[in-house]
Nanobody, 122 residues
Framework: QVQLVESGGGLAQAGGSLRLSCAAS????????MGWFRQAPGKDREFVAA????????YYADSVKGRFTISRANAINTVHLQMNSLKPEDTAVYYC???????????????WGQGTQVTVSS
């Protein structure tokens, strides 16, 4: 089992920034590709970003490319999502997830966090 706990959500103005964090515990953190997903009201959950086990490769949804940056600190079992140039359409519940690299291509992750709300006002 892997337990994932997100933090750092909140309210931001359009053009502003927020930094999400996800703390992992349980099974070996470095054994998983880590990802972020989001779900807006009335919409399906969607992929946002992922980072491979060694941190070398990152993947992004087209909608956030160039604005969001995913990173991980394996020594402290943490993954971050730096969100810049926020837009109202980024408003959603953001979920941390752990799985294989195939999460980028639609394979459901093995583990999910409980989610953290991000609200961007115009």
């Amino acid at each position: 089992q892997v337990q994932l706990v997100e933090s750092g959500g909140g309210l931001a103005q359009a053009g502003g920034s927020l930094r999400l964090s996800c703390a992992a515990s349980g099974r070996t953190f470095t054994g998983y590709t880590m990802g972020w997903f989001r779900q807006a009201p009335g919409k399906d959950r969607e992929f946002v970003a992922a980072i491979t086990r060694n941190g070398i490769n990152q993947y992004y949804a087209d909608s956030v490319k160039g604005r969001f940056t995913i990173s991980r600190a394996n020594a402290i079992n943490t993954v971050h999502l730096q969100m810049n140039s926020l837009k109202p359409e980024d408003t959603a519940v953001y979920y941390c997830a752990a799985g294989t690299t195939s999460v980028v291509f639609g394979t459901p992750p093995d583990y999910w966090g409980q989610g953290t709300q991000v609200t961007v006002s115009s």
